[in-house]
């Protein structure tokens, strides 16, 4: 938006789950909702975009016929007030690939891509609001020093509903549960 632009009123009122659900698809491309307002994520990067892809399909290899692994799509937290986040790689149950919208119920693991600018939502914001809706795991991709990047892993402590820390991967990421999968960081 430049600065003679107006953003348009739907961006500064609290929206419901029923007037998004009306909206469509290209309005709702690059928001997120958050406690019923309507959050604007620039573009990423095609380095951010890659890695969530290669990620997703990583995963979607390695799950077999229960599970999928996608992109860019919402998971509505809660619905009032409202809150929809679109993370950067989504692990669902494939018999809700139909079901719209995708809930945490739906979703076993979400990993966001840090980018200039998402830091403190990626690690901080992001996290709780996975937690406290139930998602149980939780991943963090981040640009190491040396290029590769790094994945936290954090996994949800259903008695509290807060991530503990996992394992931090660099090189290769070697998981077994709830499968097993092994990605190679410098494709990423």
């Not at 380095?47 to 599970?67: C, E, K, Q, T, V």
């Not at 076993?108 to 891509?113: N, P, R």
Request: hydrophobic share 40%.
């Amino acid at each position: 938006m430049t600065a003679g632009t107006v953003a348009p009123a739907w961006m500064h009122e609290q929206v419901t789950a029923e007037q998004y659900g009306s909206w469509p698809e290209e309005q709702c491309a690059g928001i997120e909702i958050v406690d019923g307002m309507v959050v604007a994520r620039p573009s990423a990067s095609k380095r951010h975009n890659r890695r969530a892809r290669i990620l997703a399909n990583a995963l979607d290899a390695a799950a077999g016929p229960d599970w999928n692994a996608d992109t860019d799509f919402d998971v509505r937290l809660q619905d009032v007030p409202l809150t929809n986040r679109r993370p950067d790689v989504v692990f669902y149950r494939a018999d809700t690939i139909d079901v719209t919208p995708t809930r945490p119920e739906h979703v076993l693991l979400v990993a966001e891509v840090v980018s200039p600018g998402s830091e403190t939502t990626d690690r901080i914001v992001k996290v709780d609001q996975y937690a406290k809706s139930g998602i149980t795991f939780y991943w963090r991709i981040e640009q190491a020093a040396t290029g590769v990047p790094l994945v936290y892993t954090h996994v949800l402590d259903p008695a509290t509903r807060a991530y503990r820390d996992g394992d931090v991967f660099t090189g290769v990421i070697k998981v077994s549960a709830p499968f097993p999968v092994e990605i190679d960081l410098g494709q990423l």
